[in-house]
Nanobody, 125 residues
Framework: QVHLVESGGGLVQAGGSLRLSCAAS????????MGWFRQAPGKEREFVAA????????SYADSVKGRFTISRDNAKNTVSLQMNNLKPEDTAVYYC??????????????????WGQGTQVTVSS
């Protein structure tokens, strides 16, 4: 069992920045792959970014490349998402997710085993 808690969401103007954090407890965090997904009202949940267990490999959705950065601190059992140059279309609930598969599937929502409750990010124009 893994418990994930997101924090750092809020309201920001377009062009601004936010840093989301996800604190994990339970199974060994350092062996898990982690991802961030988001869901806007009326839309399906979509992949944003992911990082493998070691932190050496990352993956990003095209819509956030160059603006978002995912990182992890295995000593603190946390994964973060630095979001810069935010746009109104980034408005969504952001979810942290954990995957334990030996073969990493970064972008596939169904491959993730545990999810947090989400944190709201609202970008005003």
């Amino acid at each position: 069992q893994v418990h994930l808690v997101e924090s750092g969401g809020g309201l920001v103007q377009a062009g601004g920045s936010l840093r989301l954090s996800c604190a994990a407890s339970g199974r060994t965090f350092s062996s898990t792959h982690m991802g961030w997904f988001r869901q806007a009202p009326g839309k399906e949940r979509e992949f944003v970014a992911a990082i493998n267990w070691s932190g050496r490999s990352t993956s990003y959705a095209d819509s956030v490349k160059g603006r978002f950065t995912i990182s992890r601190d295995n000593a603190k059992n946390t994964v973060s998402l630095q979001m810069n140059n935010l746009k109104p279309e980034d408005t969504a609930v952001y979810y942290c997710a954990a995957q334990f598969a030996s073969r990493w599937s970064a972008t596939q929502l169904e491959k993730y085993d545990y999810w947090g409750q989400g944190t709201q990010v609202t970008v005003s124009s």
